[in-house]
C-alpha cells in the first residue's frame, strides 16, 4: 500500500478548495509505523504537530522522513503501510543499531571529558600554602615554568588573580620575590595528581 495521499483540488473559478484526488507514492519503500513530531516550527511564529513516516531512500541508501500531515494544514494528508522488503527492513535496523551505538559512544566520552575537567579543575584550583607553576604559554608578565608558593588569593571561593612567592623569606616573614598572575594560568605541581575516580572519570 506504500503511502496513499488524499490531496485538495483548488478550483481557480470558485477561488475554493472544493475537490479532492488520490494517488500513491512510495510502493515498496515505507519501513517504519508514523509516528508524531510535537512543535515543529513551520513559521517564525506558528508551530504544529506532524504525523510522520520513514521512507528508505535507494540514492542515500539510508531511511529518511516524510511528512504524512500537520496540525496547521491539511491540504495533503497521507496514510501509509509499511511494505519495504525484509532485506531493506534489516538494513534500517542495523543503522538505526549503529547510530544508537554511536550516540551512547559519544555521551560516555563527554561525561567522561566534564569529569577529567572537574577533576583537573578541583586539583589546580588555588589555595594558600599550594605549590603552583605557570603553565600557560601565554603569560607574559610571569615566565611559563615559574614556580612559587601561593601566598594571596583576591577571592578565596573564586580567585582571577593568584600571588605566588617565588623566593625565600625575609626576617619578617615575608617573600623576598613575588609574582602576581592570572588563576587560569597556573598549574598543582603535586606528584600525587588529580583524583579521576572521585569524579567519576578513568
Known sequence: MAITWTEKT??????????????????GLVVSAPYTLHS??????????????????ATEQKAIRVDLSNTEFDVKTGVSTIDAPAEILAEVARQEAEAIAKQAAYE??????AARKAAEDA??????????????????KVAPGTVGVVFWLDDFRNPSRVGLGTGGKDAS?????????NAAYLKNTAVTGPDYAAYGAC
Open 10 to 27: 483548488y478550483n481557480n473559478d470558485t477561488k475554493c478548495y472544493d475537490g479532492s484526488k488520490t494517488y500513491t507514492t512510495h510502493e
Open 40 to 57: 515543529v516550527r513551520i513559521m517564525s511564529d506558528v508551530w504544529a504537530d506532524f504525523r510522520c513516516v520513514k521512507v528508505w531512500d
Open 108 to 113: 560516555k566520552a563527554s561525561r567522561e571529558a
Open 123 to 140: 586539583f589546580n584550583f588555588p589555595q594558600k600554602g599550594m605549590i603552583m607553576q605557570v603553565a600557560n604559554p601565554r603569560s607574559r
Open 173 to 181: 616573614g615575608r617573600y623576598s620575590k613575588v609574582v602576581f598572575v
